[in-house]
Nanobody, 122 residues
Framework: QVQLVESGGGLVQAGGSLRLSCAAS????????MGWFRQAPGKERELVAT????????YYADSVKGRFTASRDNAKNTIYLQMNSLKPEDTAVYYC???????????????WGQGTQVTVSS
């Protein structure tokens, strides 16, 4: 079992920055691919970024590439999402996710966090 707890969401003006954190409890954190997803009102949940298990290589959705940076600290069982140059269309509930897989996708997620609201005002 893995429990995920996000923090760091909030309200920010367009062009601003936020940093999300996700603390994981449970065993073998480094064996899980981790990622961030988001869901805006009336829309499906979508992948934002994934981080590989050990190398820390990150993959980004085109909509956030160049603005968001995902990272993980296996010693602290924590992943992060640095969000810069935020836009109103980034407004959503952001979810931390873990999967016992090589490539994390929506279908391969085994554990979800409770979500944290990010609101970007224009």
């Amino acid at each position: 079992q893995v429990q995920l707890v996000e923090s760091g969401g909030g309200l920010v003006q367009a062009g601003g920055s936020l940093r999300l954190s996700c603390a994981a409890s449970g065993r073998a954190f480094s064996t899980y691919a981790m990622g961030w997803f988001r869901q805006a009102p009336g829309k499906e949940r979508e992948l934002v970024a994934t981080i590989s298990r050990t190398s820390g290589n990150a993959y980004y959705a085109d909509s956030v590439k160049g603005r968001f940076t995902a990272s993980r600290d296996n010693a602290k069982n924590t992943i992060y999402l640095q969000m810069n140059s935020l836009k109103p269309e980034d407004t959503a509930v952001y979810y931390c996710a873990a999967g016992f897989t090589i490539a994390l996708t929506l279908k391969s997620v085994d554990y979800w966090g409770q979500g944290t609201q990010v609101t970007v005002s224009s």
